[in-house]
């Protein structure tokens, strides 16, 4: 368990770490370069690099905390690999099934699998699913989400490495945007991402924007249209809930 730097999220919880390329987006994976770095330093928690490895032990982490928290699941990893079992997701899920006190937020590139399992999954108001989409290759991702049983949908489009024209956001509530950062980064236009936001507020969704990335991405910033978009799906959240819990959401609304 870590605080994140991650400026959508408040902590991450990586039940596995590890993962395979599978799109362009994978090219520069931040994750893949934390887990060497990690295992070069002699972390245990990746001894096994950048291979899919699960850690049971982390399952028990969730039930300590005492207050509520803001949850990016598998910050290292994807939930949805092929190589994990059902079983195991099932695990995840049956966690974050028990401590709705907590907001969980999972992300993956693997919508199929996400679809697969999605009606065998119990889908608690406190989960938020999200797809990883960089480019307009990968819009069946959007399609794959809009048909699971959470309650709240959101797209990471980071690194948005191209224009993503004419998005069916239908049933979508919230929508990052970032460029690629690191040592050779893959450029990001302006018009990209206002053509996202435009679309976004067209049909009422969430509009959250990242950074613009670069090799510097704290000198490049996060000002866009000279405003910076901190915009998440609280109120819709708050309804789902029946409980307040702004507190959770001060630290990213700032």
Partial sequence: MANSKIEWTGETWNPTTGCTKISSGCKYCYAEIMSRRLQAMGMNKYINGFDLTIHTDTLKLPYKWKKSRLVFVNSMSDLFHEDLSFEFIQKVFSVMNDNQQHIFQILTKRSDILLKYNSI??????????????????????????????????????????????????????????????????????EWVTDILAQCREQKVSFFFKQWGGRNKKQSGRFLNNKIYNEMPVEKYLYLKHQKVHDLFTAIDK
């Fill in 121 to 190: 999954l119990n889908w608690t108001p406190n989960i938020w699913m999200g797809v990883t989409v960089e480019n307009n290759q990968y819009l069946k991702r959007i399609e794959d989400l809009s048909w699971t049983n959470a309650a709240i949908k959101f797209l990471s489009l980071e690194p948005l490495l191209g224009p993503i024209p004419d998005m069916n956001l239908a049933g979508i509530d919230w929508a990052i945007v970032g460029g690629e950062s690191g040592t050779n980064p893959r450029p990001i236009k302006k």
